[in-house]
T-cell receptor, first 114, second 116 residues
Framework: AQSVTQLDSQVPVFEEAPVELRCNYSSSVSVYLFWYVQYPNQGLQLLLKYLSGSTLVESINGFEAEFNKSQTSFHLRKPSVHISDTAEYFCAVSESGGYNKLIFGAGTRLAVHP | GAVVSQHPSWVICKSGTSVKIECRSLDFQATTMFWYRQFPKQSLMLMATSNEGSKATYEQGVEKDKFLINHASLTLSTLTVTSAHPEDSSFYIC????????????FGPGTRLTVT
């Protein structure tokens, strides 16, 4: 069975500092990996995804994540955060070739302080 | 873009009554929709997969007679919580699977259910 572990429930950081949100997964088959963001009182939005190809994927707002198969990780990074990045971030995995069930991690609350 | 709406966004009902939540894909057709439940400060837990024109597939531990799912059209899936109890209070989120060149789930904004 697949599972996702987000090691940090909360990450406080100052504005313009770098941040890394950690995500590890467990699966016996090939997977697709995702990061979703949930702003207060809003639905989940896809931030970025890894399906195949380059192991480094980027979003339009400066986040990036790297798929590391040997470490079964898909950590999310941003070199300089903004106040507006304050949100809940969820890592998710689905079995490749199907793209149906998404298994979510517990989420990481990113709090950016001025 | 791809937009998914949910209605209502917030509902309060009395214990023992039933409540229906609608999930609509506004600008695309979705053969498959998903229903999730999110507890406070916790992750989303998949409840069931809804397929247009067929019975929903429920995850282990989810009571299908309590959480009735109907996917009657390519743009609408409904979740009915029957004989609701306070422990059913939660945040219910749906997503719709958009297919084509890529497959991607688009999420609705969620429905907050409070059972008193």
């Amino acid at each position: 069975a697949q599972s996702v572990t987000q090691l940090d429930s909360q990450v406080p950081v100052f504005e313009e500092a770098p941040v890394e949100l950690r995500c590890n997964y467990s699966s016996s088959v090939s997977v697709y990996l995702f990061w979703y963001v949930q702003y207060p009182n809003q639905g989940l939005q896809l931030l970025l995804k890894y399906l195949s190809g380059s192991t480094l994927v980027e979003s339009i707002n400066g986040f990036e994540a790297e798929f590391n198969k040997s470490q079964t990780s898909f950590h999310l990074r941003k070199p300089s955060v903004h106040i507006s990045d304050t949100a809940e971030y969820f890592c998710a995995v689905s079995e490749s070739g199907g793209y149906n069930k998404l298994i979510f991690g517990a989420g990481t609350r990113l709090a950016v302080h001025p | 873009g791809a937009v998914v709406s949910q209605h209502p966004s917030w509902v309060i009902c009395k214990s023992g009554t039933s409540v229906k939540i609608e999930c609509r894909s506004l600008d695309f057709q979705a053969t498959t929709m998903f229903w999730y439940r999110q507890f406070p400060k916790q992750s989303l837990m998949l409840m069931a997969t809804s397929n247009e024109g067929s019975k929903a597939t429920y995850e282990q531990g989810v009571e299908k007679d309590k959480f009735l799912i109907n996917h009657a059209s390519l743009t609408l899936s409904t979740l009915t919580v029957t004989s609701a109890h306070p422990e059913d209070s939660s945040f219910y989120i749906c997503s719709a699977l958009k297919t084509g060149l890529t497959y991607e789930q688009y999420f609705g904004p969620g429905t907050r259910l409070t059972v008193t």
